[in-house]
Every structure is written in structure tokens, then in C-alpha cells.
């Protein structure tokens, strides 16, 4: 397995294997064997542009041996980051052909993050797009190249400028040595515990497991049409099921640039949709908008909501509103998905956040000291399984801490189980703002606040909102002279920091209540400032 990851013991390989959770197949296979099944079925919709099943693994077969001409070797890393179109697939597939590992940045990504995932990943090249949404891209790898040295290679879909086009980079596809599938494939991002996002090794074996099995549980088969409204680059929409999951039963994807509801209802009638994915805000919106949408959206079958917490009230509006069915996941980039079975009563699609995927993941909840609570009882999720991670990519010290010494995963979430084994999400013990499902690791953000000169000290609180779930607040300590919500972000936007992760609320306090230990009382602070 590659430098700096943790693999399985030998008897949970042996497990895994037997079991049929790990086949034995990467997934540039995966999809190579779908493009001989069905080679003229439709496997990707993007705009204008619609590829075959042969088509996507023709244009993945010609990049691969073009960057092979370019120097990329297997395991070397690479820096990918995609909005959702369709070299996001082309490119990933050769990545994975080759056995070089993406290392997938979400499109809002800024210098901050992108900086130290390419340090962490000492990813050789990075990939991008020249403009998205009004975003301009080749600045920031102008940025980016001058300070990480291993950066080599910058490659552009559409206008490259000094760098190289994507489009350039192709040649005739050729015999390559097919990655071992259990080797990592793809290196994800965590939500982020402490500090800054930490990387995930996914293998083949695990990862087409996961979308393998979740495509099944979420009723996938050929003539799915799946909507990937939230960016492919997380691992919702990716694999579970999302995009992969999609594949492996020879569905069609569509792409939407962005989730807003008037460019996704359209592509939901144009395309005849029957699937797609969202987190609870965009549900909210989806749902406004429907009452006075009139495009036709009779083809959606389900909605998958995840990422954060669905309330019941808003679950209970889907079907009058989208004319769906609701399915809940609750997942993590570290491995397990739990999704609340097609065929369950309404109270538990629309109160839990369902039953893991496979009987093989071991689901722990402990107290404080480890110990399993009891039945029903509330407590931190442990889990150990088949496409469960074993530690983060080049983490030895942060690894001591997100597993146990028998290799599971902590998973920092607050839940408790049922009798039938349906899991509900009650909160979590990681220092992790859940922005309706984006995630803001505190730490990362107070770090960066406490180099602002005017900042004594900051400790950075979620407060409960209606749309979002959670909002942020910095709570600072100020050197005499006065801060302001627009200078702070405008500071942290100069800084790299990608706008979701930037301060929703700022409040100028004297001092922070602390708990008997002396640390700052977060709860206490929340409670101070929401009082305000
Ligand atoms: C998904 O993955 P990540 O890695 O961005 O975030 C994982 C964390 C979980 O540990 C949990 O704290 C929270 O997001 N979460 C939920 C949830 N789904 C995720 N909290 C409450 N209810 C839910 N339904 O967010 C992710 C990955 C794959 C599929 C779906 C979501």
C-alpha cells in the first residue's frame, strides 16, 4: 500500500475478500467493463455534451496515455480541481487508470486549503478549470505554484494561457499495467477534526465497495438518470452512490453546474431525472421554489438528503412539494454510509438517518472512557469495516487519536440506535461547525484569526439556525481599537480562505466564560452570545 497509509490486518483482508465486499477489481476496470456491456448507452450528460459508455472510456484511455507521455507515474499524486463537468470524469478515470491518485479539492477551495492539501499530498501537478461561475482559476495556480515547489505541472480545461490545456495532453491509448485494486485510488478530504482538512486514502476494493453496495441500497439500475447538483469532488455525490455508483450499473449522469433549483428543475425535465442528491439547506430552497416552479418534475422518484441533520418537519414536506420519496444518508468521506431503507414507514425515513450499508460494518457507541453505552443510549460512533478507512494519509499523530488500537474509526458524531439498528444523529464531540452540511473545522479558522493584529484571542462558536442548522460566530478578544464583521473576512479572504468557512457573525466580548478546567466554555458561549 502507499507510504504514509494504514492497511487493514491480514484476517479482515482475508474477510473482506471472501465475503465478496472487495472483488478484486480497480475502478478504471470498473468502468472499462461497463463500456464493453453497454457501449452506446448514455453514461454522462453535460450541457450539450452527452458521452457513451464508450466515449467517456475512450477520452479517459487517450488523457492516460498522454499524461503517461507527460511523466505521471503510479502513486505519484495529483491536485484535481473540478467543477462538475465532464473532464472531471475523463481525467479521474485516467488518474485511476494509471494508478496516479486524485487528490479531489471542492471547486470553493481557495490558496488556504489548496496550499496545504498540496504540500500534505506532495502532489506533482494540478488540474483545474480556466473560469467557473465567474471564478477565475489561473491565478490561483500562479499563486500556488510559487509556493509549493513539487507543483510542477499545471493542466487547464479551456483557455491554459502559460499553462498547458487539458485537451493537449492526450494521445493514442495504449496497453498501461493496471493498478492492483488494493491499492489506494483516490485520496478525499475529511471534514476536519483539527486543523486543517486531513486526506483519506480510499483503495479500489473499498471505494468500489461503497458505491457498489450503495447503489443497490438506493434502488439504482440502468435506467437511472442520477442529477449531480452538489459538486462531484465530495463524496456523496462521487460514490455514495453519486457518479460511481451510477457507473457500476451502467446509469446516466447528468451534471448541473451548480444546485440551484431553476437549473436543476430544468435539467430534472429535460433529462427526465429520477434521482439526485442534496444537503437539508438546498432541500429548504428546492422547496420554496417548487411551489411555483411549473417545470415538470414527475420523473424524480428520490431524493437523498445527507451531510447534516434533516429536521422531521422539513423531511415531511418532500413528497406534497417534490413529488418524491425522501431517502436520508448519513455518510462520512472516512468510510461508513448509513441510508434509511426504500421500503421503511415514514416515521423512520423521516426521524433516523437510517441503517448502515452492510452487515460487516461494526458500529461501536462508547462513553468518554470508551466503554459501549447502553441499549439506546446516547454516545460517540466507532466504526470499523469494510470501506472504513485505518488511518489518514501521513497522520502517525492525529492517527492515535481518530482510531482505536483495534482500528476503529471515532467518528466525533453523537448518536443512538434504535432496536431495529436505525441510527439517529444527536450531535458530535469534534470541534466541527456543520454548516448545513459544509463542514468548518474551528480550529483551522481560529488559527488564522489569531495572526489578525487586532485579535487577542478567538474562539469560534456554532449557533443554531433555522436554514442552515448551524451558523458561525467568532467571539474575539480585541486589542482596544474596533473589528468588524467585513474587515475580519475580507482579512480571511486575503488570507485564501474559502468564502463558506468565513465568519457568519462577529462579537467583541471582554472575556470568554471558562470551564473549571480553564478551558473556553464553548456552550456557555454560545448561550452568552445568542442572549445578546
Ligand atoms: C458527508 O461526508 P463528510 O465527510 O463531509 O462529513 C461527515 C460528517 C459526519 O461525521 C456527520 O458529522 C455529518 O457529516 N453528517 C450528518 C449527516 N450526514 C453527514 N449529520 C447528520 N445527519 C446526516 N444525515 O457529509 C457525507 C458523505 C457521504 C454521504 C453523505 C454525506
Redo the contacts with the bound molecule.
Keep these: 500500500m502507499l507510504d504514509g497509509c494504514t492497511d487493514w490486518p491480514d484476517d479482515f483482508i482475508r474477510r473482506y475478500r471472501e465475503q465478496g465486499y472487495w472483488q478484486g477489481v480497480s475502478l478504471g476496470q470498473l468502468l472499462r467493463e461497463q463500456a464493453q456491456r453497454t457501449p452506446h448507452k448514455e453514461a454522462l450528460v453535460d450541457g450539450t455534451r452527452r458521452w457513451s459508455y464508450a466515449e467517456l472510456d475512450q477520452q479517459a484511455d487517450r488523457l492516460a496515455a498522454g499524461l503517461a507521455d507527460r511523466g505521471l507515474r503510479a502513486s505519484q499524486r495529483v491536485l484535481v480541481q473540478l467543477p462538475n463537468i465532464a473532464e472531471f470524469f475523463s481525467l479521474t478515470f485516467a488518474l485511476l487508470r494509471l494508478g496516479v491518485i486524485p487528490v479531489f479539492a471542492l471547486p470553493a477551495h481557495r490558496e488556504h486549503e489548496l496550499a496545504h492539501l498540496a504540500h500534505l499530498s506532495q502532489a506533482v501537478a494540478y488540474v483545474i478549470v480556466d473560469q467557473h461561475l465567474g471564478f477565475d482559476y489561473r491565478p490561483l495556480a500562479r499563486t500556488l505554484r510559487k509556493q509549493v515547489p513539487s507543483l510542477q505541472q499545471v493542466w487547464v480545461v479551456g483557455m491554459a494561457e502559460e499553462f498547458v490545456a487539458l485537451a493537449q495532453c492526450v494521445a493514442n491509448p495504449r496497453e498501461l499495467p493496471a493498478p492492483d485494486s488494493r491499492e489506494v485510488a483516490v485520496l478525499?478530504?475529511?471534514?476536519g477534526t483539527t486543523g486543517l482538512p486531513k486526506l483519506?486514502p480510499r483503495t479500489h476494493d473499498d471505494f468500489a465497495c461503497n458505491a457498489r453496495l450503495a447503489a443497490r441500497a438506493c434502488g439504482f439500475d440502468g435506467d437511472t438518470r442520477y442529477l449531480a447538483a452538489l459538486p462531484v469532488a465530495?463524496?456523496?455525490p462521487l460514490?455514495?452512490p453519486g457518479a460511481l455508483g451510477v457507473f457500476s450499473v451502467g446509469a446516466t449522469l447528468v451534471l448541473a453546474p451548480e444546485p440551484s433549483p431553476d437549473t436543476a428543475f430544468e435539467l430534472i425535465e429535460r433529462e427526465r431525472i429520477t434521482h439526485t442528491?442534496l444537503?437539508?439547506p438546498l432541500v429548504l430552497l428546492w422547496l420554496e421554489v417548487a411551489q411555483w416552479s411549473d417545470n415538470d418534475l414527475t420523473s424524480l422518484q428520490w431524493l437523498?438528503?445527507?451531510?447534516?441533520?434533516?429536521k422531521a418537519e422539513i423531511a415531511a414536506r418532500i413528497r406534497p412539494a417534490l413529488g418524491c420519496g425522501l431517502q436520508?444518508?448519513?455518510?462520512?468521506?472516512?468510510g461508513l454510509?448509513?441510508f434509511t431503507p426504500l421500503d421503511d414507514p415514514q416515521e423512520r425515513v423521516f426521524d433516523t438517518?437510517?441503517l448502515p450499508l452492510t452487515v460487516a460494518d461494526e458500529i461501536r457507541i462508547v462513553d468518554t472512557d470508551d466503554v459501549p453505552v447502553a441499549p439506546g443510549a446516547v454516545g460517540e460512533?466507532l466504526v470499523r469495516g469494510p470501506y472504513t478507512i485505518r488511518g489518514y494519509y501521513n497522520a502517525g499523530e492525529q492517527n492515535q487519536r481518530a482510531f482505536t488500537a483495534d482500528g476503529f474509526y471515532r467518528?466525533?458524531?453523537l448518536v443512538r440506535r434504535l432496536p431495529e439498528g436505525h441510527l439517529i444523529?444527536e450531535g458530535?464531540t469534534?470541534d466541527?461547525i456543520?454548516r448545513g452540511?459544509?463542514?468548518i473545522p474551528v480550529e483551522e479558522i481560529e488559527n488564522l484569526l489569531l495572526g489578525h493584529p487586532l485579535i487577542r484571542d478567538v474562539a469560534l462558536v456554532a449557533l443554531a439556525d433555522e436554514l442552515l442548522g448551524e451558523r458561525s460566530c467568532a467571539c474575539v478578544l480585541a486589542h482596544g481599537a474596533c473589528v468588524d464583521l467585513a474587515s475580519i473576512n475580507a482579512w480571511l479572504r486575503d488570507h485564501g480562505l474559502a468564502a463558506y468557512k468565513l465568519p457568519d457573525r462577529l462579537q467583541v466580548l471582554r472575556e470568554f466564560p471558562l470551564t473549571h478546567l480553564g478551558k473556553v466554555n464553548r456552550k456557555a458561549l454560545a448561550e452568552q452570545v445568542l442572549a445578546l
Excluded: T, W
Excluded at 478525499?188 to 471534514?191: H, R, T
Design positions: 478525499l478530504l475529511s471534514g483519506i465530495h463524496n456523496f460514490a455514495s442528491a444537503i437539508p437523498q438528503v445527507g451531510g447534516a441533520r434533516l436520508q444518508v448519513y455518510g462520512m468521506a472516512e454510509l448509513c438517518q437510517g460512533l467518528s466525533g458524531d444523529v458530535r469534534k466541527v456543520n452540511g459544509e463542514k
